[in-house]
Nanobody, 123 residues
Framework: VELVESGGGLVQAGGSLRLSCAASGRTFSTYTMGWFRQAPGKGREFVARISWNFGIMTAPDSVEGRFTISADNAVDMVYLQMNSLKPEDTAVYYC?????????????????WGQGTQVTVSS
């Protein structure tokens, strides 16, 4: 399985970015796909996940209402639309595939990871 993220960059507070994740090597529609982020000195934090059988979940406190996860099964792509960005959203953002059935928001439940893409929000 290969996951490749793109779309990160530097943006001012209040701005928007759209992250993309290209997946290959496994049946895309079978497994849960997730976005996580890791800020310097902090652990990996759940952002959102999408599952064809179990729907969508977004981290309720930190990003709900600002971030939206979506997917295009036809081209094996997952997206994270990030609006109203804040400096505290600065982190490396990772795309992940669960590799097993069922949804999860735990990083340890995801078997496959991309290399990450840096998002920096300036104040």
């Amino acid at each position: 399985v290969e996951l490749v993220e793109s779309g990160g960059g530097l943006v001012q507070a209040g701005g928007s970015l759209r992250l993309s994740c290209a997946a290959s090597g496994r049946t895309f529609s079978t497994y849960t796909m997730g976005w996580f982020r890791q800020a310097p000195g902090k652990g990996r934090e759940f952002v959102a996940r999408i599952s064809w059988n179990f729907g969508i979940m977004t981290a309720p406190d930190s990003v709900e209402g600002r971030f939206t996860i979506s997917a295009d099964n036809a081209v094996d792509m997952v997206y994270l639309q990030m609006n109203s960005l804040k400096p505290e959203d600065t982190a490396v953002y990772y795309c992940a595939m669960r590799g097993a059935l069922g949804p999860s928001r735990l990083a340890g439940d995801y078997a496959y990871w991309g290399q990450g893409t840096q998002v920096t929000v300036s104040s």
